[in-house]
């Protein structure tokens, strides 16, 4: 099976989470509430109200696109959340509706922005003529995303303090790999369906908290590292050859590429577990105060983004009998804030 058509089947590319600890400064990370909203310019200016949009500009010399998703709590003076999602390797705009984040950010009020990634199988960040690891605001992808906060914080009335992305697949490499030109701007991440750690090519400004999601079954990326061999075949002829598929950074085990990340923001080795429902575990680092580190392991699931089971009535105060990626990734973006530090 093509990779566009595991991706279309909603089985998309991975990518995983990323700290690495080199606070800055001027800005570091704690729970919501530790400091008031730093309102974007478009607060008080905005015209902008509840619904879908689809919108474009251009990048780089490059013409992109997204789409983006305004609950009712936006009222254009009160500053509210932005959640950037990112699709997975030939993935489009509308099958991101399986996140359910657009619901969650009605319920919560925060809103949800979807780009689209380059190409005629639309990907994100490694391309023809270069190698898979440019992490930096050269890449146009990154360079876009960073374009992206600035026009939607001028067109919304947005927390800037509390900007988050997470993706899947594809778009959980480009989460992974956004802190490392843009931790200054990134609250927190959430890449579903792997982990990267890009090592010494990342240097972030400032540690960015991180929860990540991987199944113990996906044999597309699968846990002990590497990528299902049909894959890393069909990566390397729609890039001409120049996918890095051998560079060793991908294949490290996902557990590994965790406690690298956690190792090197000063966090403690030999995780916490516990179960956030029948089946996965999320296991959690003690790291220093505003770093965050956690990974859930989905037993038995494949390339896939966690969800609930429609319909499902769970006892009160029972483990949920499936995880649901949506609500762990808000609760978890909603803990995380930047902050000026006195």
Known sequence: MALSDMVNAGAVVLIGSMVIGCASAATTTGPAGASQPTPSSGCGNTSVHSGTTHDTMTVAGLDR??????????????????????????GNLSEMAFTGLEALGDEEGFVVATPLGRGSKPHWLFELDKPALDVTLANPDVAFIGALFDRLSQNLCLDTSRIFVTGHSNGAWMTSALPCALGDRIAAIAPVSGVVDFGDACRPARPVPVIAFHGSADTILPMQGGFDPALLEELQLDTG?????????????????????AARDGCKPGPASDRVSVDAERLVWACP?????????????????????PGSSDAPGASPRKVDAARLIWDFFKEHQLFARG
């Not at 936006?74 to 959640?83: E, Q, S």
């Not at 050859?241 to 990340?261: H, K, N, T």
């Not at 105060?289 to 089971?309: T, Y």
Request: glycine share 14%; net charge negative.
């Open 65 to 90: 696109s997204w789409d983006l998703h305004v609950p009712a709590a936006h009222d254009g003076r009160t500053p509210i959340p932005l959640v950037v999602q990112l699709h997975g390797y030939g």
């Open 241 to 261: 050859g120049s996918f890095g598929g051998d560079d060793p950074v991908w294949a490290v085990p996902i557990r590994e590429r965790m406690a690298g990340l």
């Open 289 to 309: 105060a505003g770093i965050d580190v956690q990974l859930v392991v989905v037993n038995g699931a494949g390339h896939d983004w966690p969800r609930s089971e």
